[in-house]
């Protein structure tokens, strides 16, 4: 087996680093949770963290803590996300794919703006958003 350089060392310890800071948080702006019970997994939740990961690491984003979650009790809905800005009701997402939530990221995570197609509700309360 060969050995690290130091600069492969580095690298791996800067990955290990990036992953660490998105699942404790530093200064949180949002959090996101991507529901990942049995049923989350089987509809494709783990394509939509990957999809997550990706856009938090090719923006640099900082300050966005992700997490997972088990089942949320809607699995004819998943996959879902749950994103909560600071000082603000959570938003629960539905029926996600890797495009929806490239969309959700950056209209509500960064941009303040919830994402009304895609929301089930706000909160605990189912909310009927106006589709646009």
Sequence with gaps: MPKLTLEELAKVREQARKKTHLREGGEVRAKVTVHMGTCGIAAGARTIMSTLLSEIESRDVRDVQVTNSGCAGL???????TVELAGEAPVKYVDLNP???????????????IVAKYALGIGSEKTDFPKE
């Design 99 to 113: 495009d929806k939530m490239k969309t959700i990221f950056a209209e509500h995570v960064l941009g303040g703006k």
């Design 75 to 81: 699995c004819s809905r998943e996959p879902m996300i």
